[in-house]
């Protein structure tokens, strides 16, 4: 069978995401917490951040 992650990475690339995407989403959904990414390394990733260039947040960023 295949893994949690590659059944991730296969939806979203089956679905349009971008590699990048695709990837993040797989580590936000790591079900062990001590491997799962920080909200910091969701922001500052190179697909979110890009996005939010243009965005003043409204509270500081969280950093890891």
């Given at each position: 069978g295949s893994s949690p992650a590659h059944d991730?990475?296969?939806?979203?690339s089956a679905n349009?995401?971008?590699?990048?995407?695709?990837?993040l989403l797989c580590r936000m959904l790591e079900?062990?917490?001590d491997k799962r990414c920080s909200i910091g390394e969701v922001v500052n990733s190179?697909?979110?951040?890009?996005?939010l260039g243009s965005?003043?947040?409204a509270a500081p960023?969280?950093?890891?």
């Open positions: 991730v990475l296969t939806l979203g349009g995401f971008s590699p990048e995407a695709s990837q079900p062990s917490p190179t697909w979110l951040l890009p996005l965005i003043t947040p960023v969280l950093s890891k």
